[in-house]
T-cell receptor, first 112, second 113 residues
C-alpha cells in the first residue's frame, strides 16, 4: 500500500538556521505530494504541494521538489524563524481517490 | 466563511458511553473525512464521504460509524467508547479530485476513561 516516511523529530534549530525535513514515499502510479503544517493547538494547514515529477512547491519561504527517481519530497527553508515552530506532515494522494496518506509528522522547534 | 468547524472541542467519556462528533463545512465541498491523530502515528483516516448520502471506510474504521445526511455535515459516532479511542479527532473537507487541498477543522480532544 501507499506509505510516507518522515525523519523522526524533534528537530531543534536556532533562528536563521537552514532547515531540511526528509520525506520519502511509496505509492502506485503517480501520486500528488503535499506538506501540511500544524501549529500548536490548531488543525492542519496546507503548506505546499507538487503534482508531478520535478515540480517544486513553495510557500512562505519553504520549498520542496518532487523527485520521482528517489521517491522523495524533502522540505527546506533557508532561514527559519521562531514562528515556524510546528509539526510538519508529509502526505500523498495516489490513484483516483482524494484520500491523504500521512507521514508520522516531524516536530520543529526554533529557538532564539 | 467559517471553513470547517467541529463540535465539541473537548470531551471526556467513560468506557461504554456513546457520543457523536459533528463536523460542518460551509465551502460546498463534496468530500469530507474523519481522521484520528495519535502520538507517533500521524493522522489515520477513519471514514470518508464522497458526497451526500455516501460513506466509506478508511484505514481504522472499527468502533466508529458515520453519516452524511446533508452535504455540509459529517457526523462521527462512537457507540461504545473504549480507552483505545482516546485521541484527537480531525475533520477535513475538499473539492473533488486528488490534487485538491483538504481543509481541516480545529480538532476534538476525546478522552475515554
Amino acid at each position: 500500500g501507499d506509505s510516507v516516511t518522515q525523519m523522526e523529530g524533534p528537530v531543534t534549530l536556532s533562528e536563521e538556521a537552514f532547515l531540511t525535513i526528509n520525506c520519502t514515499y511509496t505509492a502506485t502510479g503517480y501520486p500528488s505530494l503535499f506538506w501540511y503544517v500544524q501549529y500548536p493547538g490548531e488543525g492542519l494547514q496546507l503548506l505546499l504541494k507538487a503534482t508531478k515529477a520535478d515540480d517544486k512547491g513553495s510557500n512562505k519561504g519553504f520549498e520542496a521538489t518532487y523527485r520521482k527517481e528517489t521517491t522523495s519530497f524533502h522540505l527546506e527553508k533557508g532561514s527559519v524563524q521562531v514562528s515556524d515552530s510546528a509539526v510538519y506532515f508529509c502526505a500523498l494522494v495516489a490513484g483516483t481517490a482524494s484520500k491523504l496518506t500521512f507521514g508520522t509528522g516531524t516536530r520543529l522547534q526554533v529557538t532564539l | 466563511n467559517a471553513g470547517v468547524t467541529q463540535t465539541p472541542k473537548f470531551r471526556v467519556l467513560k468506557t461504554g458511553q456513546s457520543m457523536t462528533l459533528l463536523c460542518a463545512q460551509d465551502m460546498n465541498h463534496e468530500y469530507m473525512y474523519w481522521y484520528r491523530q495519535d502520538p507517533g502515528m500521524g493522522l489515520r483516516l477513519i471514514h470518508y464521504s464522497v458526497g451526500e448520502g455516501t460513506t466509506a471506510k478508511g484505514e481504522v474504521p472499527d468502533g466508529y460509524n458515520v453519516s452524511r445526511l446533508k452535504k455540509q455535515n459529517f457526523l462521527l459516532g462512537l457507540e461504545s467508547a473504549a480507552p483505545s479511542q482516546t485521541s484527537v479527532y480531525f475533520c477535513a473537507s475538499s473539492w473533488i479530485g486528488k490534487i485538491n487541498e483538504q481543509f481541516f477543522g480545529p480538532g476534538t480532544r476525546l478522552t475515554v476513561l
